[in-house]
């Protein structure tokens, strides 16, 4: 699951190395139009629901946080 | 009372005393105390208005934790799978959704009341003559400050973010707390409090810190802002009988944006600084915003907390909500994935940047400036091959240091570009635009022209080097230094000059005086 997180995380924005980055969101690396693409990406791929009340810094900041998250979810 | 005035200085002194000296366990309830009469001495009425959205906002966040409880309990007790949990919450996040819709309601009900009831009989008596008598209504100090923190609050606790605060003198602080009060920032309630009710031993560091960056602010409201203004208000009032053109206007057009960022980040290091003494942060409101490589990057560099507000309870509850989710994935059906996806955020960054603007006032200037500024959010992506495109052709590299600095410059003209928008709604201010774009005249930078602006040439000279030292610090905050830790190591005799040389270049070139009314912030009045 993992590698299918972090494929969809390089198609929405490419240039960025999500392993080792630790402040996705803080550092804006990722703006609000990539997180909505990456959501609705998420969503699609392992059919999920997620909310806008887990849309908060801590569950994208990190590829692992955006793993979690899914996982919570399934 | 200002916080750019004595009164305010000596109000400070006490407080701090005060909160120090006394009991600990009493400190938040100084704090509350010491809100109340800073509210008080901006207006007493306004005390009705602020005391009924703390009673709503603590009635409604004790009627949703209640049914957070009833929910987990529910949860606890069935022991249901992913699907029955999911139906679980749906089905309270039905009952729950009202109470968030009385807060909406009564809020904003409230809000728009206070803010646009009289300006609306001023219109229709202006348009069918009705001779209406407006309510005089004085528009409460920070309305729509502590407002979106109120909402804030009660949208967190339905999500079950954070607990209701069951004290409703606690509640009344973190909506009051006065040193957000003058202009934010728009604190999330998870953020502050936490330091706001808790006890506090004086810590000599973080009051020399804390002070340091009041004066600091005050340097930047009085020696920068309050220069920057003279030149603005000149051009902007004289221009048709002076005859500025090109320019000289120009030049007023960029001050625009250095004044209000001196007056309103300089506003922000004033009360931070002041919060800091007690040991209270405050979140942060801006990052060196002028270094932004695109307009989306400003928008998370400047007025940071309203921009995160904006985000967190519309934008993304608007754009995955269901009517917004089917069409973005009708988009992508007809025209392909890449260009397809982008199109349902735009709106939604539309409808977000519109809100925006209503919160600033509501005004014809504001739709063609949210959507100028949604268009230029949505064409980095949009047109993402295009500008690759371009730039492959003329040989840049992207993190080479002057493509850096093409990038700040070309944010800076955009946000000029919104500036004149804005000034649009006045229609002797399509004249101001007009004069400025009809003459090529850069002999004004030489010809000593500029320093008739209302502001001699010693004076032109101390706001152009107030801007470079702001720029300066600036660029050391975007390196990761810390200056007031590199401060705090020097010897005690650098260290007292810094000081003395901070507190008589304010005292010197800051403008006030017994003549000198010093204006009140721009963010004030929102």
């Known amino acids: 699951m993992r590698e299918k997180v972090l494929a969809i995380l390089k198609g929405v924005k490419g240039d960025v190395d999500y392993e080792k980055a630790t402040k996705l969101i803080d550092d804006g690396i990722l703006d609000s139009f990539d997180i909505i693409s990456i959501v609705s990406d998420l969503n699609d791929e392992f059919d999920i629901d997620i909310m806008p009340d887990e849309l908060e810094p801590e569950n994208f900041n990190t590829l692992d946080a955006i793993v979690a998250l899914v996982q919570s979810l399934q | ?526």
């Open chain 2, 1 to 526: 009372m200002s916080i750019v005035s004595l009164k305010f200085v000596a109000f400070a002194a006490i407080l701090v005393a005060a909160y120090f000296l006394a009991p600990k366990r009493w400190q938040w309830k100084i704090l509350l105390a010491a809100s109340a009469v800073f509210y008080a001495l901006n207006g007493i009425q306004s005390i009705l208005f602020i005391a009924i959205t703390i009673a709503t906002q603590y009635c409604l966040g004790l009627a949703l934790e209640k049914k957070n409880e009833a929910m987990a309990a529910e949860i606890e007790e069935k022991k249901p799978d992913a699907r029955q949990k999911k139906e679980i919450r749906s089905r309270y996040s039905s009952s729950k959704k009202k109470y968030v819709v009385i807060s909406l309601a009564v809020n904003f009900g409230l809000f728009l009341f206070l803010k646009y009831f009289d300006k609306a009989i001023g219109k229709a008596n202006a348009w069918f003559g009705l001779g209406l008598k407006p309510l005089g209504i004085l528009v409460p100090l920070g309305l729509s400050y502590y407002t979106f923190k109120a909402v804030g609050y009660v949208i967190d606790v339905y999500r079950g973010r954070i607990h209701a605060q069951k004290n409703i003198g606690k509640l009344a602080l973190f909506v009051s707390y006065f040193p957000a009060l003058v202009q934010g920032p728009i604190d999330r309630y998870e953020d502050v409090t936490g330091e706001l009710f808790a006890e506090h031993e004086f810590d000599y560091r973080r009051f020399c810190f804390g002070m340091q960056r009041m004066l600091w602010g005050y340097m930047k409201k009085m020696i920068v802002a309050e220069r920057a203004a003279v030149i603005i208000d000149m051009v902007q009032t004289g221009f048709a009988a002076q005859g500025y053109e090109g320019f000289t206007i120009f030049v007023a057009m960029a001050l625009t944006w250095v004044r209000t960022y001196a007056d309103f980040s300089g506003g922000m290091d004033i009360v931070i600084g002041f919060s800091e003494i007690f040991g209270i942060p405050m979140t942060e409101n801006f990052r060196q915003p002028f270094f932004s490589k695109s307009m989306s990057e400003f928008w998370q560099r400047w007025h940071i907390t309203l921009g995160a507000w904006m985000r967190t309870y519309v934008f993304y509850p608007l754009s995955l909500s269901s009517a917004f989710n089917k069409f973005g994935k009708a988009c992508r059906k007809k025209i392909g994935d890449k260009y397809g996806k982008v199109i349902a955020p735009t709106i939604a960054s539309f409808i977000t940047f519109f809100l925006v603007g209503m919160w600033h006032g509501i005004g014809r200037a504001y739709l063609p400036n949210s959507l100028y500024n949604a268009a230029l959010v949505a064409s980095a992506t949009l047109l993402e091959d295009v500008y690759a495109n371009i730039k492959k052709r003329l040989h840049l590299r992207e993190n080479s240091k002057a493509y850096r600095v093409f990038q700040s410059v070309r944010t800076f003209f955009l946000l000029i570009g919104s500036n004149c928008l804005i000034l649009t709604k006045t229609p002797d201010m399509v004249g101001l635009i007009k004069a400025m774009f009809q003459r090529w005249n850069p002999w004004v930078f030489f010809d000593r022209s500029l320093y008739s602006l209302g502001l001699d040439q010693r004076n032109f000279f101390l706001l152009l080097w107030g801007i470079v030292i702001i720029l300066f610090v600036d660029v050391l905050h975007e390196r990761g230094i810390r200056i007031r830790e590199a401060i705090a190591r020097q010897n005690i005799i650098v260290r007292w000059a810094i000081y003395y040389g901070a507190l008589f270049a304010l005292i010197i070139f800051g403008m006030y005086g017994p003549d000198y009314d010093a204006s009140s912030f721009v963010y004030e009045h929102f």
